[in-house]
């Protein structure tokens, strides 16, 4: 008997869209899903809606106390960012980022994050080290490429190295680990120590790309990547076989259902999709 697929009526889970709400250190509110190649207040530039670039502008002695911007992704949304200094960071579905206003007068480069964001931060020479600071977990860099996901909420907190070098705090001890690329530090909540595992650092990341890559990469793996994606949870039954790994690429669609009937033509599965929560099954 061939595979059934059972699609819950009217249900569309879609992959995020590029939307956002900042607030800058004025006050000033803008949605930035709707602005298209405009200029603000001579401090950043929309583009096409996808996209702000923040510059950095050199300010009077007198105004030298650090003013911080924010920037909100709400769910099922994504966003990419420039910051002053030149780093790009680009911000997954229910995050918050607090930047200064300029790094242009301080020494130090540091940001806060909820959320998960993936940064590729802009070298500067000498003391000019830029820091993540979050809930469970403090990352220092000199210019590198990291994924990081700590959300205020949640009970773990991690960070994947990509390229270069960071030094990764646990928020509450002293644990302290320079992390390798391949490498991703992990800290919970529960016991405030700090773990180090070896990753596939760039599967880590993919959730920003339109082509997803798979290499070697079991059902379960495959699942949590579409659980990034998707904002949906994935129930893998137990009995399903995780000895078997597949490589290649599926296309991020507009549809989660559309990449589930890619996957399962290519390997023995079949799906349930249930309100938000997917279930997946083997072929009997």
Not at 120 to 128: F, P
Not at 138 to 159: C, L, P, R, W
Not at 183 to 189: F, G, N, P, T
Not at 208 to 224: G, S, Y
């Amino acid at each position: 008997e061939n595979k059934v697929d059972e699609v819950a009526e009217g249900v569309k889970i879609v992959p995020g869209r590029p939307m956002a709400t900042l607030t800058i250190a004025s006050g000033a509110v803008y949605h930035l899903d709707s602005l298209d190649n405009v200029e603000l207040a001579s401090v950043f530039a929309a583009n096409d809606g996808k996209e702000v670039v923040f510059t950095d502008l050199q300010r009077p002695d007198s105004l030298k106390e650090v003013r911080y911007n924010k920037i909100e992704i709400p769910r099922g949304g994504e966003y990419k960012i420039t910051l002053g200094d030149g780093t790009h960071v680009y911000l997954n579905a229910q995050t918050e980022l607090r930047f200064p206003e300029s790094f242009a007068n301080s020494d130090r480069r540091v940001v806060y994050l909820s959320g998960e964001a993936y940064f590729e931060v802009a070298r500067q020479t000498g003391k000019h080290k830029f820091t993540v600071e979050s809930k469970l977990m403090t990352v220092v860099v000199h210019g590198t490429i990291f994924n990081m996901k700590s959300y205020d909420q949640a009970t773990v907190a991690e960070t994947s190295l990509i390229e270069g070098e960071v030094l990764v705090e646990s928020g509450d001890d002293d644990s302290k680990i320079i992390l390798l690329p391949g490498q991703k530090a992990i800290v919970e909540e529960s016991s405030h120590k700090m773990v180090v595992k070896e990753t596939n650092s760039l599967m880590d990341g993919i959730w920003r790309n339109n082509m997803v890559p798979f290499q070697n990469a079991t059902i379960q793996d495959i699942a949590k990547v579409l659980e990034d994606l998707y904002h949906v949870k994935i129930e893998v039954r137990k009995d399903i076989d995780l000895t078997h790994t597949y490589s290649g690429m599926i296309e991020k669609k507009e549809k989660l259902e559309d990449v589930m009937k890619t996957l399962q033509n290519s390997i023995p599965i079949r799906y349930k999709i249930e309100s938000d929560k997917v279930l997946i099954e083997p072929m009997e």
